[in-house]
T-cell receptor, first 116, second 116 residues
Framework: AQKITQTQPGMFVQEKEAVTLDCTYD???????LFWYKQPSSGEMIFLIYQGSYDQQNATEGRYSLNFQKARKSANLVISASQLGDSAMYFCAMREGVGGSYIPTFGRGTSLIVHP | DTGVSQDPRHKITKRGQNVTFRCDPISEHNRLYWYRQTLGQGPEFLTY????????KSRLLSDRFSAERPKGSFSTLEIQRTEQGDSAMYLC??????????????FGPGTRLTVL
């Protein structure tokens, strides 16, 4: 079974609008961390936001927020006020505590295109 | 500090040749990770080091792959007898691990390998 599922291969949004990128995860471990990364066409993965499984509040970092719904095992990324520079691939990842290896598993990604 | 660097950025080789990639992590980071990313996929974990010790290897890492991190600084990833299926982007990341899940990984720009 996929540990991280990103069901939207591609998303389009108009500049200045908000967009939500979906991510669902599968784990039986009570301790885990969820991450979102951005990968522009240059190839470098850029860390955006982190949510811990025990965090009571949704994480926010500037224009990025993580809509964490633990019971539904979803960790959607919300980008407010989209900018042209937000066009990129976005990856959701999870790090589980099993064995303490802390190795993240990545989803297949969502391609976001912001148009003027 | 200029971040994680990787060399070369691009490598084209013929099937059967050996190739070696280098990764220089952020200097104070104790963990170093290698990933492989193919088109349309998220990064897949290959191996990681804590200081100079190689702590975990993925089953994806066949006997033709070997990684080292002498003295706990830079790391090399060698692929022997390359095959066309080895064509991918090889990403390196580093982090400062002090326990927990939230330690973000900083990624390098990647080395794109093409095996002809």
């Amino acid at each position: 079974a996929q540990k991280i599922t990103q069901t939207q291969p591609g998303m389009f949004v108009q500049e200045k609008e908000a967009v939500t990128l979906d991510c669902t995860y599968d784990t039986s471990d009570p301790s885990y961390g969820l991450f979102w990364y951005k990968q522009p066409s240059s190839g470098e993965m850029i860390f955006l936001i982190y949510q811990g499984s025990y965090d009571q509040q949704n994480a926010t970092e500037g224009r990025y927020s993580l809509n964490f719904q633990k019971a539904r095992k979803s960790a959607n990324l919300v980008i407010s006020a989209s900018q042209l520079g937000d066009s990129a691939m976005y990856f959701c990842a999870m790090r589980e505590g099993v064995g303490g290896s802390y190795i993240p598993t990545f989803g297949r990604g969502t391609s976001l295109i912001v148009h003027p | 500090d200029t971040g994680v660097s990787q060399d070369p950025r691009h490598k084209i080789t013929k099937r059967g040749q050996n190739v070696t990639f280098r990764c220089d992590p952020i200097s104070e980071h104790n963990r170093l990770y290698w990933y492989r990313q193919t088109l349309g996929q998220g990064p897949e974990f290959l191996t990681y080091f804590q200081n100079e010790a190689q702590l975990e290897k993925s089953r994806l890492l066949s006997d033709r792959f070997s990684a080292e991190r002498p003295k706990g600084s830079f790391s090399t990833l060698e692929i022997q007898r390359t095959e066309q299926g080895d064509s991918a982007m090889y990403l390196c990341a580093s982090s400062y691990f002090a326990g927990g899940f939230s330690n973000e990984q900083f990624f390098g720009p990647g080395t794109r390998l093409t095996v002809l």
